[in-house]
């Protein structure tokens, strides 16, 4: 088992404006140059062919697999001209010193589809298994592990299931390790977790007592191409009930919804708090894609309108117009303004 140590870093953050809402170009969420390594996965992992949903289950006994090297194709290894299916198995400690960070498993670049797994819990995708088959060779994995699914001073099992099309199989290069922000905004309610969502548009879904029951649920931040909605152009809602203990202190808030493709409009218990980019009739009525994708979401919400201590729903309406759609960079969450503006006053000082 691998042991994790605290480490700090620093990146660069800029205030671009705060007027009505506050939009802030960073670089947060799925970009190693924004995150700090805290422990390295290079080395070696048990590691099988084929597959078997058991596998990502911690309790299941491993001491029989192989042991292969990671990252380097698995063709290199012993097992050359082996296509299809693969897992690889490792186990790591965190402390508790790192409740409450944003912690993020960098997998690096798998051949050609993944699944990653903590303790049994699937944190994230690329790429689409067959029969529906598509590669994502090319893409850098880095996904938020929520801090629910961490047993913290205790062993946290990895299962990274692959499939390989031909060619080079398996994690076969990047700065793979366990990252966390450089620079974490200490959000009052982390809210990066699983959200409901549904495709298509109705504004009905911004009320309270709207039954999204049926609706599937995603990952945010994550685009909603990685999935299971691959090529998916469109409206599309984003809700999520929870309840806000919140900070005893008499401060205004302020929600970070990260970054959005294209556009969205954010609602706090059914009322419109505020918006990015300009929603048409429908989405082949004047749509282009425009800057909206790349600014910060971090928009303030109206006072009294966030419920200490009781249920409230956050609903995000969006609309993608191609690519990568959906919420698809954090942080995502609530913190209060006085903690958010010192932040960045903070980073100026530093010359950040």
Request: proline fraction near 4%; hydrophobic fraction near 35%.
């Amino acid at each position: 088992m691998i042991t994790l140590f605290n480490r700090k870093g620093i990146q660069k953050l800029f205030i671009s404006a705060l007027l009505g809402i506050l939009t802030i170009p960073m670089q947060v969420y799925a970009n190693s140059n924004d995150l700090s390594l805290l422990l390295s996965l290079k080395g070696s992992w048990s590691f099988s062919i084929g597959f078997n949903d058991e596998w990502t289950s911690p309790k299941f006994d491993d001491s029989d697999w192989e042991t292969i090297k990671a990252p380097s194709a698995w063709e290199d290894q012993g097992f050359n001209g082996y296509d299809g299916y693969a897992f690889y198995r490792k186990k790591i400690s965190i402390p508790s010193v790192h409740k409450g960070s944003m912690l993020y498993l960098h997998i690096g670049y798998i051949d050609d589809v993944d699944e990653v797994y903590l303790n049994g819990k699937m944190i994230g995708s690329t790429g689409d298994f067959p029969p529906n088959y598509v590669t994502a060779y090319n893409a850098e994995r880095i996904y938020y592990i929520p801090e629910k699914y961490i047993n913290f001073d205790g062993s946290n099992l990895i299962a990274v299931k692959v499939y390989d099309s031909y060619g080079a199989g398996g994690i076969v290069s990047g700065a793979i390790g366990l990252y966390g922000d450089k620079n974490p905004v200490k959000l009052d309610a982390n809210l990066q977790t699983l959200w409901k969502f549904k495709p298509g548009d109705d504004l009905k879904r911004k009320e309270v007592d709207f039954d999204d029951s049926d609706w599937d649920e995603i990952f945010v931040p994550s685009s909603w191409e990685d999935q299971g909605y691959r090529d998916y152009d469109g409206f599309a809602w984003y809700r999520k009930s929870f309840v806000y203990q919140g900070n005893d202190a008499d401060d205004k808030l302020v929600i970070l919804l990260g970054k959005i493709d294209d556009i969205d409009q954010l609602y706090v218990n059914g009322t419109l708090v505020a918006s990015t980019g300009n929603f048409p009739l429908n989405r082949n009525t004047g749509v282009h894609a425009g800057p909206e994708y790349e600014a910060f979401r971090g928009y303030y919400i109206p006072e009294g309108l966030l419920k200490k201590g009781k249920l409230n729903v956050i609903a995000v309406r969006v609309l993608d117009t191609g690519g990568v759609g959906g919420i698809y960079k954090g942080p995502v969450g609530i913190v209060t303004q006085t903690k958010y503006i010192e932040y960045w006053r903070n980073r100026k000082k530093a010359g950040n």
